[in-house]
């Protein structure tokens, strides 16, 4: 009996139309990825992938227009599928003209009613998310307690406060803030950052979700904090064995904490597998921005005999002028004469490159 | 003998709170951000300053430039002690020492497009006209490497690591020999991380640049520093050669800093220490007051000695000691 993934994400697509610019902007471009129960998947990218907006479209936290527009995004448990996309087609109109221009037509606020529709329920309750940046992310105006136990009445089958209250400082406890009993009566802006990055792991983990979406959670803290919070999130997965979607572009934390691993460039995944294997340095079949985003961390290893660090040339890719060929061709250094015309014309697909690593490169298999 | 560009003794920085967030009674409260710094820069060489947030690096920073005054102690420039010059003079100064901010959101106005930011930079500090000011901008831009067409974009428009590049540009456009570079590389990509340090190694090269290098970021701060200075609310606790203080760190704290890069194991024998452990990790509780060292509460190796007095004391507060090879540190029971 093959095991269901807890959430398989397939063909996702999520755009965003720019008045200035008269053109969408293709956050999402076509993202499939899977996760298993109980493993950590970790998604890495730097800004502009679409890391971000992938797990906001999973949770449905896209507001802007048009949004999701295709894919699909299949969540199960306790043997029950749902499909958190239902009843897309009905919403959007997908035209697809010449030269490569689309034509969308949604009805954007018919969807978010049937997004909210179809999330409640499992938004908070079946799968929580953190935020970066956690003193913005908590609601300034209540303390860091009432919070969670908001949180655990919505969610959970505990409804009595009294009760929720002591749930909530259990975990305040659990996530190793100092006086859990005090600092439940205080608001975000009277904790630190770290501090607050754990009330919102507690926050998230008190209604036992099934899924954890930790978008960036490190970022932005203190190196010695942002140490202690990825130990934290690694004692709570070896204690709660919890299914997580690690997003982050510091590859010590995904490598740290992710069983499997995915590259997001440009709105794509160009790559995924096994965390040992996508992030090893050694490893040589690899896709080439992988190797090069490697390459480029400060460490003492990178640096050149003339003390220069590796810097991958050119910007990231502008998602709204997506090219026809390979997305990362113009920063590529790998390419050779023999593909050079198919990574500029054609995109290649994710292919098997290795037992369960997969490539979106041309060097691996033929273009014919 | 290359000669000193700038020198800092004991500089301190008090600021004063009236009530508010620290809840003491008292109705006005001192907050030492920096407390007796003391250190020295050479020309063309980069200094790194690291601490966790709070820890008075960016006061330091501001102070130096005279963006706060200082409380006490001395800023000697070029030879000059600038600690008290008149805020007339100031702008003279500043023709020789500029800052690259953290928050470039805020250090850039929205308004101005960074064709008007960079003429507006180079006509403050020279009078030369308009078409050798455009000059100037064309080969500014080619030295940071931006784009010639983004001189008619706002910043909001443009990349973080365009807008920290804007920020190199605006502050080589001044012609400033010493550079304060306050979180150059944070909250950006690793891959423009790179392309940044880059930048800079080169701009030192090619015009003899100076640089104090603010950040939290070890490993660049590491790769990209002569010397390298801890701080830990508001003292200097090690100082030394970039190298010894990342791989021979004999400052408790400092080697907690080192070891918690989390791909990082640190691979010293460290006599009774465990790995990696500091104390309570609350927030800097100014209103307990610290007597004697300043890390004790967090202290691994004040613990694992059975808490000696010697280190709570307030009259035997540890002083930076020099210990050989430029290396300070601030330690009764140093590694």
């Not at chain 1, 949770?59 to 499909?83: D, Q």
């Not at chain 2, 960074?114 to 050798?132: F, T």
């Not at chain 2, 030295?143 to 605006?170: C, D, I, T, W």
């Not at chain 2, 970021?217 to 390298?228: A, G, M, Q």
Request: glycine share 8%.
């Amino acid at each position: 009996m093959t095991t269901t993934p807890l959430l398989r994400v397939e063909d996702l697509r999520t755009y965003f139309y720019s008045q200035s610019k008269r053109a969408f902007i293709r956050s999402v471009d076509g993202v499939g990825l899977s996760i298993a129960k109980g493993e950590t998947l970790g998604i890495v990218g730097e800004s502009g992938s679409g890391k971000s907006i992938t797990a906001l479209s999973v949770m449905g936290l896209i507001s802007a227009g048009p949004g999701v527009i295709s894919g699909r995004i299949e969540f199960t448990t306790n043997g029950v599928k749902k499909e958190l996309l239902q009843d897309l087609g009905t919403y959007v109109k997908v035209a697809n003209k010449e030269n490569r221009i689309m034509e969308i037509d949604k009805d954007v606020l018919g969807w978010e009613r049937n997004v909210e529709r179809v999330m409640h329920g499992v938004r908070g309750k079946e799968i929580a998310m953190i935020f970066q940046n956690p003193k913005s992310s908590l609601n300034p105006f209540t303390t860091v307690g009432d919070q969670i136990t908001e949180a655990i009445q919505l969610h959970t089958p505990v409804k009595s406060e009294q009760e929720a209250r002591e749930r909530a400082i259990d975990w305040l406890d659990r996530v190793k803030i100092d006086s859990p009993r005090l600092r439940y009566d205080n608001h975000p802006y009277s904790l630190s950052g770290g501090m607050c990055q754990r009330a919102m792991i507690a926050m998230a983990l008190a209604c036992e979700p099934q899924l954890l979406i930790a978008d960036e959670p490190t970022t932005g803290l203190d190196a010695t904090i942002q140490a202690k919070i990825a130990d934290l999130l690694a004692e709570l997965k070896a204690e709660l064995g919890i299914t997580t979607m690690l997003i982050s572009h510091d590859i010590s934390i995904i490598s740290r904490l992710s069983d499997s691993v995915a590259v997001m460039y440009g709105g794509t995944v160009v790559e995924n597998g096994p965390a040992k294997t996508v992030l090893a340095v050694a490893q040589e079949a690899k896709h080439p921005y992988t190797t090069a985003l490697l390459a480029s961390i400060p460490s003492a290893k990178n640096v050149t005999d003339k003390g220069y660090l590796q810097a991958i040339e050119g910007d990231v890719l502008d998602t709204i002028n997506i090219p026809e060929g390979c997305r990362f061709y113009g920063r590529c250094v790998r390419v050779t004469d023999k593909i050079s015309d198919s990574c500029e014309h054609r995109e290649p697909d994710l292919r098997e490159i290795g037992p369960g690593h997969r490539a979106r490169c041309w060097l691996y298999f033929d273009p014919v | 003998m290359t000669k000193t560009i700038l020198e800092v003794i004991d500089l301190k920085k008090h600021f004063t709170s009236r009530k508010g967030i620290f809840s003491s009674f008292r109705e006005r409260q001192s907050i030492p951000a920096v407390d007796g710094a003391s250190f020295y820069l050479k020309e063309n060489e980069t200094v790194g300053l690291v601490g966790e947030s709070g820890c008075g690096k960016t006061t330091i920073g501001r102070t130096i430039v005279r963006l706060e005054k200082p409380t006490s102690g001395k800023i000697i420039f070029d030879g000059k002690d600038i600690t008290n010059v008149p805020t007339g003079d100031l702008r003279q100064l500043r023709g020789q020492m500029q800052m690259i901010f953290q928050d470039l959101d805020a250090a850039l106005n929205p308004k101005m497009r960074i064709r008007d930011i960079l003429r507006e930079a180079i006509n403050v500090h020279h009078k030369i006209s308009d078409a050798e000011t455009d000059k100037r901008i064309a080969g500014l831009l080619e030295q940071v490497n931006l784009k010639k067409s983004k001189l008619g974009n706002y910043p909001q428009e443009l990349s973080g690591g365009e807008k920290r590049r804007v920020g190199v540009a605006r502050v080589l456009s001044v012609g400033a020999k010493f550079i304060v570079a306050d979180e150059p590389t944070s909250a950006l990509d690793v891959s423009i991380q790179a392309q940044v340090v880059n930048l800079f190694r080169d701009l030192q090269k090619e015009l003899g640049l100076s640089y104090l290098f603010i950040s939290h970021d070890l490993r660049v701060v590491e790769l990209i520093s002569r010397k390298v200075a801890v701080m830990y609310l508001g003292k200097i606790v090690e100082m030394g050669l970039a190298d010894r203080i990342a791989n021979k760190a004999i400052h408790p704290y400092t080697h907690i800093l080192w070891s918690s890069l989390v791909e990082k194991q640190s691979t010293e024998v460290t006599r009774n220490v465990r790995p990696a452990q500091a104390g309570s990790w609350g927030v800097f509780d100014f209103e307990r007051p610290v007597a004697g060292c300043r890390f004790a509460p967090r202290c691994p190796v004040y613990e694992s000695h059975g808490k000696p007095a010697v280190c709570i004391d307030p009259s035997s507060e540890p002083q930076l000691l020099d210990i050989g090879d430029g290396h300070k540190v601030a330690c009764h029971f140093p590694l």
